[in-house]
């Protein structure tokens, strides 16, 4: 099928003919002066930040790549910049950090438009900014196809970064958000106008509303931060991980981390209602969405008993859906799922990037 | 012709059958435990790095692609990981900074053997180890062909950053090194044994030394951390660059952030006296070498006249070529060559990775 968002990524100049120092220029243009945390920006051989004294660094990378990590024909330049720059603020979320810099390594085909850069740009620059994050510098090189490595430096009151050990027997496990909608969004990109028209129907939306939403799931994360931040702040965590590659495979890692075991109850886990229909129509159990592979981008994290009603309050502060969906108990490192009917289910999976 | 260095890229099980938590694993047992300035290692959602107070943070990435960057052909998966260290640390000896910790985004074929990624990984720790950098995290994603983006953390005393502005009239350009053997070395990877014969008639050494030696100076670049050190620690310099680029190019770069012309005196450059013989044998002028695209990742800096000695004495101490190149003029941002006879010649160029 045709797509809207091709048209994003043609017309115009292309960078090849620009060359790679009058591109470094258009970029510095657009990214203005620095900020007080940045002492140099882009232009020399590296970055310069000042981390003040009392705050350990944080440090995280994440590679995107055209045709594995995102579509031409899903995402416009701008979105794939934002979201490049997203999933390592998600990181910073999930360690309760304060973002300070970013770094940009990208891989251009020469024959790309001008334009495309510059979107790419100001959607890197539009996820970065609002978070106070600078966009500190990189490197250009050609490539077969785009590629766009993000590092993201921050910075977390040293001794109190949120980690994935740490979680105990007795903690509650929370999970922020609708976990799932972001790998129902990826697997309805192709999805025909019957799908959304009889979607429509169940749930009383506009199809077009329906498709763009999860269409924005996939396309457009969004970073916790706040909650990263209430966690660390009121010291109400015992263990985060950001869900990058799925809520099972990723509180297994906690579990894992943490030498402990996690039971999820199925009744408590946060299921879109949309979803639910979705899968009605598409003859698969929501459940595979919110518990499998998914790069929401949502926290799930641990918090002693005594710090429950803090974290219900942290959602109502933060306008924030936040669940409770399970326990950690003593045991085998592992996630098991306790189903409606009292039998229990082992948890595996999760995206494993070269499998 | 065939490659010796082939072999050194296969067999054994590939990562797509270990997977990436395997790989992670297996990656986490090569690093050990972490350093004084590592508080916490690969693992979790980020990286976590104490910085002390009173120096700022030094940020820099560089992306490796193979087929674009360099070749299975002629170079081992260990000496890949080491050179993306080292362009990486180059970067830090450029603003005079001490490594503290990098992260690595790896692309990776399925079909990549486990031994490589292993071989990689040797490289990039025995790069970064000698200068107490640890490996503190980074990414795996599947891809095309082998990716590797290497960030470095390094960090410089606040204020006192060796940067490309800050060059002045009357200052003395200094190179260590001999630019123009990786250009030469690239140029001669693919050369026949006939080459080398012939060079080592005209320079009585053997010819596979010969061979060997300019595989090296592309395959496996020394960066020149102690000479940014000495720099900074001394307050030598005005400005510095590394040459990544080339000599010309990297020097354009310090005239035009430093407002500045750069007069460089052909007499003076330093020529490998091998370069000579061997851009005679092919009809290259050795200076089209020395001053044009070639990543020998040597430093280039100036420095004010009353500091020239202290700059030389550094030479002896490191045991490390440092010549006097030209001086700083006040001008049009430029750089030109005044030849032997008399006449002047602008240069430009250096390597723009998009033409």
Chains 1, 2 share one sequence.
């Not at 660094?57 to 330049?77: A, K, Y």
């Amino acid at each position: 099928m045709t797509s809207p968002f091709e048209s994003s990524w043609r017309g115009g100049p292309s960078v090849g003919a620009l060359g790679e120092f009058g591109l470094i220029a258009r970029i510095r243009e657009r990214i203005g002066p620095p900020s007080a945390a940045l002492v140099l920006g882009p232009g020399d051989d590296a970055a310069l930040l000042s981390v003040p004294a009392g705050w350990d660094l944080v440090l995280t990378c994440d590679i995107q790549l055209e045709g594995r990590h995102f579509s031409p024909r899903w995402m416009t330049p701008k979105e794939v910049g934002a979201r490049a720059a997203t999933v390592n603020l998600s990181d910073a979320a999930a360690m309760g950090a304060v973002p300070v810099a970013a770094l940009v390594s990208l891989g251009l085909p020469p024959s790309l438009p001008v334009a495309v850069t510059d979107a790419l740009c100001d959607g890197l620059l539009a996820a970065l900014a609002p978070h106070g994050a600078a966009l500190a510098g990189g490197n250009i090189t050609a490539a077969e196809s785009l590629i766009v490595d993000v590092t993201l430096a921050a910075r977390v009151e040293a001794g109190r970064a949120l980690r994935r050990a740490g979680a105990r027997a007795g903690d509650v496990v929370f999970v922020t958000g609708y976990p799932g909608c972001a790998a129902a969004g990826l697997a309805t990109l192709e999805a025909d106008d019957a799908l959304w028209a009889r979607l429509a129907e169940r749930v009383g939306r506009a199809p077009g509303d329906l498709r763009a939403r999860f269409r924005l799931h996939h396309a457009a994360p969004v970073a916790r931060l706040a909650a990263g931040r209430f966690l660390v702040e009121n010291e109400a965590a015992s263990a985060a991980i950001d869900t990058s590659d799925g809520l099972g495979g990723d509180l297994a890692h906690v579990a894992e981390e943490s030498g402990v075991r996690i039971e999820l109850r199925e009744a408590y886990l946060p299921v879109d209602p949309t979803l639910i229909e979705l899968g009605a129509l598409l003859g698969t159990d929501p459940l595979a969405w919110v518990l499998g592979a998914s790069d929401d981008y949502e926290l799930a994290f641990t918090a002693p008993r005594a710090k429950a009603d803090l974290v219900l309050a942290m959602g109502e502060a933060l306008r924030l859906p936040v669940a409770p969906i399970g326990e950690v108990v003593a045991g085998a490192a592992g996630v098991e799922l306790r189903r409606a009917d009292g039998t229990s289910l082992p948890v595996t999976g999760g995206w494993d990037h070269l499998r």
